[in-house]
């Protein structure tokens, strides 16, 4: 058996253990229902996350949010402390842990472009933050200077697009950001197109494609939704869309979004989401769109083992996981305390 075949087994194997390990729907609704922040822990143990929280201090939301991220930071790390794990299994794992890296540096990018407002509560993930790099992008002062600290460590994708628009003055570039935004997306997920186009593995490229279409399907549905005129921002790799709705993009309305999906499971989310705006708001749409991406993602990666894609799927469900958990949090929290 080949060096790269024998990790495939053995992490597939431990993968599939660790999934036995994860908090359920039935925990989530369990702990919704409790009386105190406490408890409502306790209804999550007897999984590796459960009992994480349970061993952790989270008297405030802030708290709880900084143990869920160093709980996937641990996860993340775990699986890059097996010396000699092979080379393209290890990018997977780095390739997807800059995704939060984008996010840092969106909320960055945002505060330079805004000025003061709320501290801003990065992601302790990715390059940076597993370098200690966090603080330096809170004392940033220009494009130039983000570009400089990106390209200085390992995150040129980023700088490569940033590295356009320095001339532009700050009215340009908050008219831009959106765009911005999803030319930054955009990187990122062509980084991982790349990586499984490399590694040879369909359904790697596959669970990508869907989720920058998702991705998409939230910028468009957020803009439909407030309407203010102008181009809709935050598209990532548009050419993935269906052409019709490209064409038409700036002159449709929230309720034409289906039409350009029916047959497909796009169409039925879309259609789910218009009923949970109707009922909830935006982050009831959210949720949506989360639910149907890990369904699909699911449905295009779970039975694929003993491939790179395995790996792939144990990085998104453990993010998930994180959700999940944080939005059940979110709202216990609000009931008992009120906002926090």
């Known amino acids: 058996m080949r060096a790269p075949d024998s990790w495939l087994y053995f992490l597939t194997a431990l993968i599939k253990g660790e999934e036995a390990k994860m908090v359920s729907e039935a925990q989530l609704e369990e702990a919704l229902e409790k009386g105190d ?4 822990k306790g209804a999550l143990g007897g999984t590796r996350l459960g009992d994480f929280l349970l061993a952790t201090k989270t008297d405030s939301m802030r708290e709880l949010e900084a143990a869920l991220w160093a709980h996937l930071s641990d996860c993340i790390g775990e ?9 393209g299994l290890a990018r997977i794992i780095r390739a997807y842990s800059m995704k939060y890296d984008l996010f840092n540096l969106i909320s960055a990018l945002r505060g330079l472009l805004y000025g003061a407002g709320p501290p801003v509560s990065f992601v302790p993930l990715g390059i940076m933050g597993e370098m200690g790099l966090l603080a330096e992008l809170t004392n940033i002062r220009d494009l130039r200077d983000l570009c400089a600290l990106l390209s200085a460590h390992g995150l040129g994708i980023y700088a490569n697009v940033l590295s356009k628009y320095p001339e532009c003055d700050p009215e340009e570039l908050r008219k831009r950001r959106g765009g911005i935004e999803g030319e930054l997306w955009g990187a990122y997920y062509s980084e991982l197109l790349s990586l499984a186009e490399g590694l040879r593995d369909p359904y790697f490229s596959e669970a990508v494609r869907a989720s920058v279409m998702i991705s998409n399907l939230k910028a ?21 869309l269906p052409r ?17 999906f029916e047959g497909s499971g796009y169409g039925a989310m879309l259609r789910e989401a218009l009923s949970a705006r109707s009922k ?6 959210e949720e949506t769109f989360d639910k149907w991406e890990e ?24 993010e998930l996981e994180v959700r999940r958990v944080r939005m059940a949090f979110v709202r216990i929290f609000d009931r008992i305390y009120g906002a926090s």
């Not at 922040?37 to 409502?40: C, Y």
């Not at 468009?220 to 993935?240: K, N, T």
């Open 37 to 40: 922040v406490s408890e409502a």
């Open 79 to 87: 699986l890059l402390s097996f010396s000699a794990i092979p080379r």
């Open 280 to 285: 909830g708001g935006l982050q009831a749409v």
């Open 220 to 240: 468009i549905f957020r803009a439909l939704s407030d309407r203010r005129g102008g181009p809709i921002g935050g598209l990532a790799l548009e050419g993935f």
């Open 295 to 318: 369904a699909l993602l699911r449905d295009i990666l779970s039975r694929r083992l003993f491939a790179p894609s395995t790996i792939y799927w144990y990085l998104i469900e453990r």
């Open 244 to 260: 019709d709705l490209a064409s038409s993009i700036d002159s449709i309305g929230l309720e034409d979004l289906p039409r350009f």
